[in-house]
């Protein structure tokens, strides 16, 4: 085998990593973040939520199954750099059509292999996720840290744009149609109208930049607030649109940056957490069945409700808004982090977590019905009015 190219890892605060070039050869910059999961490196790296971002893999063993055409979540990947701890030489799965390394050299895709990742996951766990840049070209750690401070924050950064459709598209609903979803595009993942669709929904997917108008002709019974990258509270015309579906009581629901997003609209604030939630094993407890579930988390920023935030524990009154009563519905039982909100008198909910979640778990996958029979309420609601 062939002795691999040297490249240096270098953290913004200096602390710096060696390893061997993974990828494509070249340098890279964005925000190092660790996701804990221990499959679904496929999914983790066509996420648009990772757009920007230098994804470090805790687990040691990556790239193992291969690449294959059918567990893309979007239609590249959108990592800024991938850090593993031991790549595998070979990709075996009956499933693959390619290797991991060829998948990310061909796409451009700057990364690093040989890196003590837990040593690098406990730092970032104790000093806070921060930016980052891998170079298999720049030998001098100064001359690339110099660089690396240079590079735009996450705080502040508006990125939807960035990642979302071009143009409209529809998911058709697998066999008997019952309802018309708009979603909004600020990242979504390929999964979440798969999974609407087993519902029986037909999903229109807009741009960001779309109005409620846009999404309502396309004869919607709901509005759906995807997730996506960047920091919510530079969101403003998503939030309008949202104040404006709430206004309407068209039923809302939000996953992650949606969540986020429908989390201002209703009047609370965001924050940005210290390295954030990314995985596929993180409890949640579901505060209207006592349920605990395992889910798939993949967010930075969370929603800021009184009396809440990580570590302390969140209030279960009901919450006065400009829209009637809001509750905590879902939080995290690592960190107390407010992963839900439910309104009480619009039809309106979020999760902060993903439901969809490719490639797992699949114990919230019961939101997606919730989302449904919240529709479904509301059509007979106004078909009662109507008559």
Known sequence: MAK???????LEDGRTFPGEAYGSVGETFGEAVFNTG???????????????????????HIGNTG?????????????????????????????????????????????ISGVDTRALTRHLRE??????????????????????RQAPQMTGANLSDEVTTAEPYVVEAVGEHRFTVAALDLGIKRNVPRRLATRGVTTHVLPASSTIEQLLATGADAIFLSPGPGDPA?????????????????????????????????????????YGHRGINQPVLDRATGKVEVTSHNHGFAVQVPGAGVGAVVPDQVIDTDFGGVQVSHVCLNDNVVEGLRAIDVPAFTVQYHPEAAAGPHDADYLFDRFAELIEGKTHSKGRSNA
């Not at 221990?38 to 040691?60: F, I, K, N």
């Not at 000093?127 to 690396?148: F, N, T």
């Open 67 to 111: 690449v294959n055409g059918e567990d893309d979540e979007s239609g590249r990947i959108w990592v800024a750099g991938y850090v593993v701890r031991d790549p595998a030489r070979i990709g075996s799965n009956w499933r693959a059509t390619g290797g991991l390394e060829d998948r990310l050299a061909t796409e451009g895709v700057v990364g």
């Open 234 to 274: 530079t969101a403003d015309a998503p939030v309008a649109l949202a104040r404006e579906a709430l206004r309407r009581e068209v039923p809302l629901f939000g996953i992650c940056f949606g969540s986020q997003i429908l989390g201002r609209a209703l009047g609370f604030g965001t924050y940005k957490l210290g």
């Open 4 to 10: 691999r190219r040297p490249a240096i890892l270098v």
């Open 127 to 148: 000093r806070g996720a921060m930016r980052v840049g891998i170079s298999s070209v720049e030998k001098d750690p100064q001359s690339l840290l110099a660089r690396v």
């Open 38 to 60: 221990m499959t679904g490196y496929q999914e983790t790296l066509t996420d648009p939520s990772y757009h920007r971002q230098v994804v470090v893999q805790t687990a040691p």
